[in-house]
């Protein structure tokens, strides 16, 4: 299990997150939704230890993740898939399978990842000696999630994977999430697009300038509800 | 005629010495996306070095390359350490003039450990010269060109075979999702500066030993070289920099032979500032990329 | 005055010139290693102008500006559209091209039964003017620091008025500026032009204060110095380079017991200051804070 408590991070005196405590469960979907400033993306940075929070603790199980190195952060079983995907443009995309299992040295159980990957993702398959910069944007996403997996992770993270593209590969993007939850993936997801994530999620909170301001499943809320504050924050939904 | 396949001949094999020296440029260039001015400095306390235990304590060839290039490498580290790891990437300009800095300081330092103008440096061969018909080949020139092509390749590989060369390829690529597939990004570009400050100590170490001779104007000569090379072959690319060395090497050859040594440093710039403004990409570049800013107080 | 601390105020004086140079270009956030060229070209031309020619000094070192600025300007045009790193190494190629052709330039007259004029890698010996017409080496002092008043009170004009804007616009953000409807590429020639034509001022001071000029102190050493000056300074006003070169030769040269580590020294004391302050002492932050509480003060006096 994933535990956040009481985290605050900020860029310069500007704190984008003040006091945020969550948890992910062991297999099973979390999601947080919120708007565009929320501080959604600053918390996926702080878990993966890209961004150093101010106070507050991430532990997962019994390991404290602040202050380890990004890397540390990797090899204790989290992998981040970022916004934007960030692929390595310039590399072919088994290379950027093969990057994904930077820190194991089994080969033979890494080949044999890389073929579940192709099976999982066939587009990967076809367009593998390829580089990744001249990807679409959903077989980028793709990627992004089959590089993150290549590490065997406890939980996975993922932040924002609907940004961008078209609502038919949204939809291929959250059956992956099902189906990878199923396999036995924990995972915690970050999005704005509040239905596609709703009919996913075990659990959800919102998160609205840097506070957690709801913790339920989602039969708690009325979708429309969330969607008002997912999209433009509290005060104007009660209002 | 002759005379002129004599000077191409002597023009290539002057040019695998500037083509090394490019090839450890380009490395840094290509992982930090900044430019280390420093370098040849770097490779000069490497050499001083290298020259203090042949003249204080007769150490032979064997320790002397493993001398220099060890100074080299502890020079670059510093570099990096001073320059580039407390800077963001952004600050391109910050840590090139900075680096600058670190040159005084360096050049300053091997004069204060060989305070005279001249030290001779081991040969590396003095046997006879082979003969081609008319043509002389020298044994040591053949060896640095075969060193040139062995580490060029060597360097190719190791960045696009290696797991090391995987992660900086990432490295390169996206700093951030590098750090998240878990890669140490400090320590591999860390590791990638001390094994092009390792490839410059070896060019380095060739060049004095053909000229058997060592002097303070080496560091500012070992960054004006590689500089235009790797400027000429295109910023960041390992083939671009041994070409681009010997496309300089053979262009200086032949200027030097019809109007002599200042009309063929001038040439040397010439190419420089045409290739530039004509073609900033080089030879072999890839399209003219690091787009590089004042650093806007991003310490 | 001794005359040992008139030279120092002379040199930092005249090397401030290339260091205001080297600011200027910062401003439109263009790095130049070759400033350097047109101190040289400043030098020759108003070396040769007053001791060739029989030109009286202010004559001379309007000459010398005006060709190291239209060089600059010439240089300008192709190099500029260059970016950053690939402008920076134009610019470094140039001025050792033109430290070459210096060695290379022969142009000598006799005057009084001797050949006077640039010489090659010898130099360029016997610019006599301040010699022959006595001027005294503290009447030379206030010439130099006077032209140096004028050139700051033109950059505090300049900062006040639409050029200064539309430079450091330009130095903040090109796209953005070009948005806003600035001739991004005219201001940027124009930039280079005024600051070779400083560094002309500065290199035709130098010739007359040292009496003879040698290609090989307009080597790279001296561009980059001129830049870290700025750097180290501050690039929030034109007195920062000012700082820097007071730092260095006002400090560091002078200090005769240094001697053998100034280079250490100086390295060491840049490299530090570009990691906590990357943009100099007097920055743009200090600067605006020394600007308002000024503005304070006079408003406190003003009740």
Known sequence: MLVVSDLVAAYGKIEALKGVSLRAETGRITCLLGPNGAGKTTLMMSIAGILKPRRGSIRLGDTELTGLSPARIVGQGIALVPENRLVFPQMSVLENLLAGAYQRGDKAEIAADVERMYDRFPRLRERREQLAGTLSGGEQQMLAVARALMSRPRVLLMDEPSLGLAPLVVAEIFRIVSELNRDGTTIFLVEQNAHMALQVAHHFYLMEQGRVTFSGSPGQLAEDEVIQRAYLGARRAGG | ?299 | MDDYLIGVLSNVGVISFIALSAYLLLLIGEISFGQQAFFAIGAYAAGIATALWGWPLAAGLAWGAAVAGAAAVLVGVPTLRLHGLYFAIATLAFAEMVRLLCELFRYQITIDGEPTGPNGADGFRNIRYIFENDIGPLQFLVLIYALLAAALLGFMLMERSRLGVAFRMIGEDVALAGLQGIAVARFKVLAAGLAGALAGIGGGLYAHLTTYVEPRIFDVMLGVHSLAYGLIGGLGTALGPLLGVLIDIGLLESIRSLAGYRMIIFGGVVAFLLIVRPRGLLDETVVHYVRRTWYQIGRGRGN
Not at chain 2, 32 to 56: D, E, K
Not at chain 2, 57 to 83: D, W
Not at chain 2, 165 to 176: F, H, M, S, T
Not at chain 2, 238 to 263: C, D, N, R, T, Y
């Open chain 2, 1 to 299: 005629m002759i005379d002129f396949v004599q000077n191409t001949i002597d023009g290539v094999m002057i040019g695998a010495s500037y083509g090394l020296l490019a090839l450890g440029f380009t490395l840094i260039f290509g992982v930090m996306r900044r430019l280390n001015l420093s370098y040849g400095p770097s490779i000069m306390i490497g050499a001083y070095l290298g020259t203090l235990i042949y003249v204080q304590f007769s150490a032979g060839p064997v320790a002397v390359v493993v001398m220099t290039v060890l100074g080299a490498v502890l020079a670059g580290i510093y570099v990096e350490r001073l320059c580039f790891a407390p800077m963001a990437a952004s600050a391109g300009i910050a840590s090139m003039v900075s680096s600058f800095a670190i040159w005084m300081q360096l050049e300053q330092a091997a004069i204060l450990i060989l305070p005279r103008h001249t030290y001779p440096f081991p040969p590396l061969a003095t046997g006879a010269p082979l003969e081609l018909g008319p043509f002389l080949l020298r044994i040591d020139h053949l060896m640095m060109l075969a060193c040139a092509l062995l580490l060029s390749a060597g360097v190719q590989y190791v960045i696009y075979r290696s797991r090391f060369g995987l992660a900086l390829r990432a490295i390169i690529g996206n700093p951030v999702a590098a750090h998240l597939v878990g890669i140490d990004v400090k320590t591999s570009v860390m590791l990638a500066f001390a094994g092009a400050s390792a490839v410059g100590g070896i060019a380095g170490y060739l060049v004095l030993a053909i000229d058997q001779q060592v002097t303070p104007m080496f560091g500012m000569w070992a960054t004006m070289k590689g500089l235009i090379a790797m400027m000429i072959g295109g910023l960041g690319s390992i083939p671009g920099a041994i070409l681009g060395g010997l496309v300089l090497g053979v262009v200086e050859a032949h200027s030097l032979w019809h109007f002599g040594p200042q009309v063929r440093d001038l040439v040397a710039y010439l190419l420089l500032f045409a290739c530039l403004v004509l073609r900033p990409s080089g030879i072999l570049g890839d399209a003219p990329a690091a787009e590089t800013s004042i650093g806007r107080r991003s310490a």
